[in-house]
């Protein structure tokens, strides 16, 4: 049912259109054919997934691979998208009473039918970008055409992120689709409140102690800190204070240390050694 959706979210952020050829032939292995999805007028073939239970992991299964060069050689294409999508569905309410997305605006509306005379059902589709008006016009009509028609109203909540220090690295097929976001490196209070707000919580929650068992104060995590100005992100950190809980946590296994934990200096320095945390050679990298 999606399958029209993405391609119509496909062609609005890539601003191309997509041409439909139906079944195509080998031009020279007869018993070969291909259905693609579509072509772009670049000449880039789109195979489209809108998978109903297996979740989106950002891999390819390996059939779809195989699949995929074999419409390229019916084809005779060098290049195809693989477009992954995942609708989320909502009630009407819930659907026009939250505004769009800043990073996802598409979102839409399928009107279901059912043919009787076909015996099948058909979907028509609202454009991904309209306003709320356009949306209730698209519903009225659908009404006036069959008062049992059902609705999905549908939005976008999944995108794929992941950082690099080098684009010359990268696929210049996947470096052209990609929205690059250049992210300067975090400041000694940048990783306070990464440190207070998301690290220390995650970590505690990985050896199941409480939240305020284990005690840094702010001075405390500024000396940790320290230790690791060398690198922009925040990878060394985490891997400090997970040093750190981790000691914690035997200690109170064996019975030599009660919580809740008051940390002092004298024993986050010994936890973390005498070297501390190596500076990390590719600086460069966030998390």
Known sequence: MYEDVAQ???????????????????????HIGASPDGISELGVMLEIKCPYRRQITGEVPVQYYYQIQGQLEVCGLQECDYLELKLEES???????????????????????YDSEAG????????????????????????????????????IRSLMIFSFNDASCISPILLDRMTIINANGYNAADKLKIATRHLIP????????????????DGLLRHIIEATQGEEGVRNLKRSLHTIISNVNLQRIMNAKPLPCVLTKEEVDKFMGP??????????MYV
């Open 91 to 113: 009630p009407r309410p819930d659907f026009y009473d939250t505004a769009g997305h800043t990073i996802f605006p598409e979102r839409g509306v399928v009107a279901e039918f």
């Open 120 to 155: 099948k059902t058909v979907y028509t589709y609202s454009g991904v970008d309209w306003p709320v008006t356009a949306l209730q016009e698209f519903e009225c009509k659908a009404v006036e055409r069959d008062a049992a028609v059902k609705f999905h109203y549908w939005t």
């Open 8 to 30: 119509q979210v496909y062609c609005k952020r890539n601003g191309v259109r997509i041409h439909e050829f139906g079944l195509l032939k080998h031009p020279t292995v007869a």
């Open 275 to 284: 070297t501390k945390v190596p500076y990390m050679m590719h600086s460069a």
């Open 202 to 217: 995650e970590i505690l929650k990985e050896f199941s102690m409480e939240p305020d068992s284990v005690v840094f104060g």
